[in-house]
């Protein structure tokens, strides 16, 4: 009996599943609807409603349609994420900061920063992530110690060079203002460019390591004596730092 039970639902879940119908469509135009058997580098094959099996070798199919997400597989327009309205991305980046002679305290520094962004992966049907982020960005040495709210829109994007989907190189920017958190100096135009590489870790997410060049504008209060006097004055300081990147993509 409980054979029997185990048997009739197997078979009603093995329906429910066989209704949820994908759409292959090929380089020539046609569609044929199925359920997916497999999808990989190579092959897609398609069971339809009675039992039929088509194989198609990948590099005929143009696109295929599951549960009304697209999934692109062509080379020239490879989706890497699935198409979803938010996407979240983290990274932490660590380097070394150059403080010009102009704060004074012409030296090299440590650079921490760590930020969030939201934003939207597969932007007009391409492979760009584009959003807006908020993070926490420190300069740090035996001197001084620069701390700041970086808010700024950001842009990855990574390439296709070959039909291989899991790893590809990464081009990056971003730019926006930086909030200073303490009065003894000043906020500032901030942004920067990665080049590095991009990690599929799975359907909608991944990992990538970049270097990266960044720049902070910042101002900082100086006071100098003159005939015995003395004078203040906010003098600019621009930042830079050779970074490492490293960010997960969700």
């Avoid at 080379?75 to 010009?100: C, I, Q, T, Y």
Wanted: aromatic share 10%; glycine share 8%; with cysteine.
């Amino acid at each position: 009996m409980c054979k029997r039970i185990f048997h009739i639902l197997f078979l009603f879940v093995a329906g429910i599943c066989s209704l949820q119908a994908e759409v292959v469509v090929l380089r020539t135009g046609q569609t044929v609807k199925g359920e997916l058997l497999l999808n990989n580098d190579e092959v897609v094959i398609l069971r339809k409603k009675d039992g039929t099996r088509f194989q198609y070798p990948k590099a005929e199919v143009v696109t295929i349609r599951m549960d009304k997400e697209e999934v692109v597989v062509q080379e020239d327009s490879v989706v890497l994420h699935k198409e979803k309205k938010v996407a979240l991305r983290m990274n932490l980046s660590m380097g070394a900061a150059f403080l010009p002679a102009n704060n004074l305290y012409a030296s090299w520094a440590t650079d921490v920063q760590v930020h969030a962004a939201v934003g939207t992966y597969n932007l007009l049907k391409t492979n760009v992530f584009l959003g807006g982020s908020v993070g926490y960005h420190m300069v740090v040495n035996e001197r001084v110690t620069y701390e700041w709210i970086p808010i700024q829109m950001t842009c990855t994007y990574p390439i296709t060079v070959s039909h291989s989907s899991s790893h590809r190189p990464l081009v990056g920017c971003s730019l926006g203002y930086a909030i200073a958190l303490d009065k003894d100096y000043a906020g500032g135009i901030c942004g920067g460019i990665d080049v590095g590489w991009w990690y599929k870790l799975g359907e909608s997410s991944s990992m990538s390591i970049a270097l990266a060049a960044q720049w902070q504008q910042t101002k900082v209060w100086i006071v100098e004596t003159i005939n015995g006097l003395e004078y203040s004055n906010h003098i600019g300081c621009p930042i830079m730092t050779i970074a490492l990147n490293a960010s997960i993509h969700f």
